[in-house]
């Protein structure tokens, strides 16, 4: 099955991106990765589409998510964010979603941003 991880940017993108490749390829676990399913992320791309991001390592501001690729969430687009799912009433959904829902609150009160890794 495919999904989407996210994981709060509390380290450098080379660190992020070492932590998923334990969870992905070395099957190590880790709780502060939460990995939403594609069918769910798939659904709310166009709700996506009005919250500002940026790409991996740049400054740059766009729309949206980089569905196969990363994507910088920054503190002030994670309010929407959460909001999409809250609204589509999706935490029930999946446990992914519940993570996911949990750690953009988490990333709000510590003012940090969240990377998305696409498929």
């Known amino acids: 099955m495919l999904s989407h991880n996210f994981i709060i940017l509390d380290k450098s993108i080379e660190e992020c991106d070492t932590v998923i490749h334990q969870y992905w390829h070395d099957r190590i676990p880790n709780e502060f990765i939460a990995s939403?399913?594609?069918?769910?992320?798939?659904?709310?791309?166009?709700?996506?589409?009005?919250?500002?991001?940026?790409?991996?390592?740049?400054?740059?501001?766009?729309?949206?998510?980089?569905?196969?690729?990363?994507?910088?969430?920054?503190?002030?687009?994670?309010?929407?964010?959460?909001?999409?799912?809250?609204?589509?009433?999706?935490a029930g959904k999946s446990s992914g979603v519940c993570d996911l829902i949990a750690m953009i609150s988490r990333a709000i009160a510590e003012n940090k941003s969240i990377v998305h890794y696409g498929i």
């Open 36 to 90: 939403v399913e594609d069918d769910i992320i798939v659904e709310l791309l166009d709700d996506f589409s009005l919250m500002i991001t940026s790409p991996e390592n740049s400054k740059v501001k766009f729309f949206g998510l980089d569905y196969t690729g990363i994507t910088i969430i920054p503190p002030d687009s994670l309010s929407y964010f959460q909001d999409i799912f809250l609204k589509k009433k999706l």
